[in-house]
C-alpha cells in the first residue's frame, strides 16, 4: 500500500519549520534599515560567502544565469568567441555563453556526466582559436581541478566553473570555484545554498574583475549616473542576501553533510541490478545536489512510475542535450566529436531523492522500493 506522505525531491515546507525563526529576523532587520537593494546586506552576505569559498570577492547577481553571463562579458569573452562547455546540463550554462554573445563549443561528457576534460584537450589541441570554457561541476561533483589549472596554463583559458550545483564541493582537498579566474553560483531554491526566490552570485580572486562584475550588474554603472559600458540589472536583493548570510550560509555544510549521507546510504544499500547509481569520480568530495541512477533507456517511464505509486517522486537531468534544443537553432554553435555518452546518460538518468531534510526512515523507503523494482 502507498504510504501516506510523499517523498519529494526537496521539501520546502520542512525547511521553513525548521528555518523560519532566522528568516523571520532576516527580513525583519531589512525592513528596518528600510534599505532594500544594494545595502549592508549584500556587502556583508558577499564577504562571507568569499570566505565560505575561499576567494577574495564575492558580487551577488539576480540570478545564476546572470552570474555567468557578467562573468563571461568581464573576462571579455564575446564577441563570437568560442567557448568550451558540456552539452549535458541544465539550458542556463549555454544560455549564458549565448547571450554573452560567445560561441558554444560543445563535447562530451564522461562516464559520470561531467564534461571530458580528455575532449576538452583534444578541441584545444586542434583549435587554438578556443580561448575560454565553462565547465559545469553537475549533480554537485567536482571536475578534476587538477587537470583542469593544467589545461587552464596550457592553453591560457578564461574559465568560468559553473557551481551553480556544487557550492561546498571539493576535489581533492581543493575547494570548486577556485581554478577558474571566475566562478558562478545559483540561489535558486532547489540548489544547496537556495534563497527563498531567485538570487546567485560569482566569485574571484581578482579586484579589477569583481569590479568589472559590480558594474555589469548595476547597468554598467562605474559612478551614479556615469555608464561605462551596457550592463545588466542583475543585483541581488537585499532581502535575499540577509536571509542566506544568516538562515542558509550558516547551514549550508551541515545540509551538505546530510546529503552526503544519504548519498551514502544510497550507494550501500542500492543492489538492483537494473538501478546503477552514478557514484562520485575519484577525488570529488561532492556536494551531491542530486542522486543521478541510470535505468534501461526502454524501462525509464516504467521506474518512474513505479516509485510514483509508493509516494516518491523522481525526477530527470537532463532528457535532452543542449545542442538539440530548438532555443540553438539559428544561433551560432559548434559540436566537436560524438556526443555518445552525453546521449547515453541523457536517455537512462533518473534522480533519487536527496535533500536535507530526508528522514532516514524515508531513505530506507527509497532503497526498498528501488529494490523492489523489476523490469518488465
Ligand atoms: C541552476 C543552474 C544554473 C542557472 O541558475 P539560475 O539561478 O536558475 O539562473 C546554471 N547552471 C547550472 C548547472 C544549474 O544547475
Not at 83 to 103: D, E, H, K, N
Not at 132 to 154: I, S, W
Not at 266 to 275: E, I, M, T, W
Not at 340 to 355: F, G
Request: proline share 5%; hydrophobic share 45%; net charge negative.
Amino acid at each position: 500500500m502507498k504510504p501516506a506522505t510523499d517523498i519529494l525531491l526537496n521539501d520546502f515546507k520542512r525547511q521553513w519549520a525548521e528555518t523560519s525563526g532566522d528568516v523571520l529576523a532576516a527580513v525583519a532587520g531589512v525592513g528596518e534599515s528600510g534599505w532594500y537593494i544594494l545595502g549592508q546586506e549584500v556587502v556583508l552576505f558577499e564577504r562571507a560567502l568569499a570566505g565560505v569559498l575561499d576567494r577574495r570577492h564575492a558580487v551577488g547577481c539576480a540570478s545564476g544565469l546572470d552570474a555567468i553571463e557578467v562573468a563571461l562579458r568581464a573576462l571579455g569573452v564575446t564577441n563570437g568567441a568560442k567557448v568550451l562547455t558540456t552539452p549535458y546540463s541544465a539550458f542556463a550554462t549555454a544560455l549564458a555563453i549565448v547571450r554573452a554573445g560567445a560561441t558554444p563549443v560543445f563535447v562530451d561528457v564522461d562516464d559520470h556526466g561531467l564534461i571530458s576534460l580528455d575532449r576538452c584537450q583534444d578541441a584545444l589541441e586542434s583549435d587554438p582559436t578556443i580561448r575560454a570554457m565553462v565547465p559545469v561541476h553537475l549533480f554537485g561533483q567536482c571536475v578534476d581541478l587538477g587537470r583542469l589549472g593544467e589545461l587552464r596554463d596550457r592553453f591560457e583559458l578564461a574559465i568560468v566553473e559553473d557551481c551553480a550545483q556544487s557550492i561546498g564541493a571539493a576535489f581533492r582537498g581543493r575547494l570548486g570555484g577556485t581554478v577558474g579566474q571566475v566562478a558562478a553560483t545559483s540561489f535558486y531554491p532547489t540548489k544547496n545554498l537556495g534563497a527563498l526566490g531567485d538570487g546567485g552570485a560569482l566569485t574571484t580572486d581578482d579586484a579589477s574583475l569583481a569590479a568589472r562584475c559590480r558594474s555589469l550588474r548595476d547597468y554598467g554603472q562605474t559612478g551614479k549616473y556615469v555608464h561605462d559600458e551596457l550592463g545588466l540589472n542583475s543585483r541581488l536583493d537585499e532581502l535575499h542576501a540577509a536571509v542566506l548570510r544568516r538562515a542558509f550560509l550558516p547551514r549550508l555544510a551541515s545540509w551538505n553533510e546530510r546529503r552526503a549521507r544519504i548519498a551514502r546510504a544510497y550507494l550501500d544499500g542500492v543492489f538492483n541490478p537494473s538501478v546503477r547509481p552514478i557514484p562520485a569520480p575519484d577525488g570529488s568530495d561532492g556536494a551531491w545536489h542530486l542522486f543521478p541512477v541510470r535505468v534501461p533507456s526502454a524501462s525509464r517511464d516504467a521506474f518512474m512510475r513505479h516509485m510514483q505509486a509508493q509516494g516518491i517522486c523522481t525526477g530527470i537531468h537532463y532528457p535532452f542535450l543542449i545542442p538539440h534544443q530548438k532555443a540553438l537553432a539559428g544561433v551560432s554553435f559548434e559540436v566537436r566529436g560524438e556526443l555518445q555518452r552525453a546521449t547515453d546518460i541523457a536517455a537512462t538518468e533518473v534522480s533519487l531523492p536527496i535533500h536535507p531534510y530526508l528522514r532516514d526512515d524515508e531513505v530506507a523507503r527509497v532503497i526498498d522500493v528501488v529494490n523492489a523494482w523489476a523490469v518488465e
